[in-house]
């Protein structure tokens, strides 16, 4: 065999394998922040209560777990009691327009004036 077609067969390979891992190995979404099940400790923790709304609404305790960065709304009259970071660095906007940065590993509970709180998001 000559080396030229040597050479064309060696790279006719290398061509399939690569077409190979390309198909093989599909392209990573990316992830929103979600709700999940409490079962870690490494997972963004939120204690809070919902004041109850003049308008049909949720009222009363709520407690949620989350993960994966990203923004989630908690809703109008939602006032946290308790955060725990877990493995993320987050940010609470409040309904006045501040915000809170609270970085990772942190627990923050707000016993007598708990924030009013319109979305967390985890960076």
């Not at 922040?33 to 939120?46: A, K």
């Not at 660095?89 to 942190?106: E, K, L, P």
Request: glycine letters at 8%.
């Amino acid at each position: 065999m000559t080396t030229t077609r040597k050479t064309a067969r060696s790279l006719f390979a290398v061509a399939l394998l690569a077409a190979g891992f390309s198909v093989a190995t599909p392209a990573v979404d990316a992830h929103a922040m979600n709700q999940t099940p409490c079962t870690t400790s490494d997972l963004l923790h939120i204690w809070g209560h919902y004041s109850r709304p003049l308008i049909a609404g949720p009222s009363g305790p709520f407690e949620y777990c989350a993960a994966n960065a990203g923004t989630m709304q908690l809703g109008s009259g939602a006032w946290v009691d308790k955060v725990s970071t877990g493995n993320n660095d987050i940010q609470m906007n409040d309904a006045n327009g501040s915000t809170i940065r609270i970085s990772r590993w942190n627990i923050v509970t707000y016993p007598n004036r708990p924030p009013n709180i319109t979305s967390i998001q985890i960076f």
